[in-house]
Structures are given as C-alpha cells and as structure tokens.
C-alpha cells in the first residue's frame, strides 16, 4: 500500500497542498480529479521526494521521508512526468533506457522487450529519434520509460494532455494494460470522465484540500462532482 498522510507542500509563503491523506492499495487504480492549480502535480511530486513537504509518504510500511527521489525508484515508484519529458534527438530505445539506469542489463533487455510487446508501435520505431513520434506515440515512450525500472506503483501525471482524442484513448487502454499485469497507478488527469471510466477510486483536489474520495461510479453520481467537475 501507498499511503500519504497528513501531506502539506508550500512554495514560498504559497500552500499548494493542506492536510491530504489518500491510499493507493497494492494493485489498485486512483485517479486523482479536479481543476487547474488545485495540487494535484504537487501532491505527486511529493511522493517522488521531487517537492519538500510536510506529513508522511508510507509506501508497504516503509516511511519514505527524507529519502532521494532515485531511492524512492528504487522501492518502487515509477512516474511519468506531465508533458512526457522525453530527449528529443535520443532514440526510442535510448529514451527508455533512460528509465533503467540502475537496472541490471540482463533486466533491461527483458523490460525492453516486455515494453515492445505490450507498445508494439515504440517497437517498430525504437530506432528513431523521440521528436518524429506522434504526441501519443511519445507518451507510450514515457510509460514504457517508468516501467523499465519494474515499478510496483505507477504515478502518471496528466496521460492525456494536448493529444489528439484517438491518441487518448490508445493511452488509456495502454495505462489499462499496465494494470492489468499488476502495477498499482496513481493517475492525475484533467479528463475527469475518462479517469473516472477506467480508475476503481478516485479522489478530488479543490485548492490544495481533499473535497471528495470514493470509487468511481460515486464520484461519477455524486451531484456536487458533476456541478463543479463533470458537466
């Protein structure tokens, strides 16, 4: 289990994110909802020891404060970073080697192929430069770049930002596919409806607090999330 508890994250004199606790279970999706600027970014940074912050990052009962965010890797956090991130003149399978630094290499050629399986497109062009992918030809390079560290849980920062709707959905089923082999995601996304479609909870930010949490199909119902988040 993930846990975050009590979790505040300041910028300055700014208070990004006040007194959030949230869990993700050992396999579960979560997908965390609501609009611009309310912390949700900084919530996941948090957990990747990216940010400093206040509160406690649990994750199978180890407290992860304090440590580097390549030690917090290395217990099993996996992030794909909003925007994708990726080295524009690096090949595919340079990109995603980036994401196995501290993997043993008889491990690296396993993931890389387990990756061109599961993204049969990054396989066909894992010769080519990152910048002649498509948008969401790039954001399966960047999911197949937190995987090749074998993470247990998956942050995912915005899956679906400035794509095409095809390429959304292709996303969606690819972060499907992932949780289908077992990863735990934690999904920020502004695409309420499609995160609450495939996530099994969700919660909701408003201004850096904790508004709503339950599974999907509540949110989804609940009147208050339809007036302010859904339409």
């Not at 080295?87 to 990109?95: L, P, Y």
């Amino acid at each position: 289990m993930l846990e975050i508890r009590g979790l505040t994250v300041r910028y300055g004199q700014a208070v990004a994110v006040t007194d959030v606790s949230l869990e993700v279970n050992k396999g579960e999706w979560v997908a965390l909802i609501g609009p611009n600027g309310a912390g949700k970014t900084s919530t996941i940074k948090a957990v990747l020891g990216l940010v400093s912050h206040e509160g406690h990052i649990v994750l199978e009962g180890e407290v992860l404060d304090g440590l580097p965010a390549w030690a917090r890797q290395s217990r099993g956090l996996g992030y794909v970073p909003e925007g994708r991130r990726l080295f524009a003149e690096m090949s595919v399978e340079e990109n995603l080697r980036v994401g196995a630094y501290r993997v043993p290499e008889r491990r690296v050629r396993e993931n890389l192929s387990r990756i061109y399986e599961m993204f049969p497109v990054v396989g066909e062009k894992r010769r080519r430069p990152a910048k002649n992918l498509s948008g969401g030809e790039q954001q399966l390079v960047a999911l197949g770049r937190a995987l090749m560290s074998d993470p247990r849980y998956l942050l995912v920062d915005e899956a679906s930002l400035g794509l095409m709707p095809l390429n959304v959905e292709a996303v969606f089923q690819a972060l499907a596919a992932i949780h289908r082999q077992g990863s735990a995601i934690l999904l920020v996304e502004q695409n309420a409806h499609k995160a609450l479609e495939h996530a099994e909870r969700a919660c909701v930010l408003e201004v850096g607090r904790l508004q709503f949490s339950g599974s999907s199909e509540e949110i989804r119902n609940d009147p208050r999330v339809i007036e302010s988040y859904l339409g």
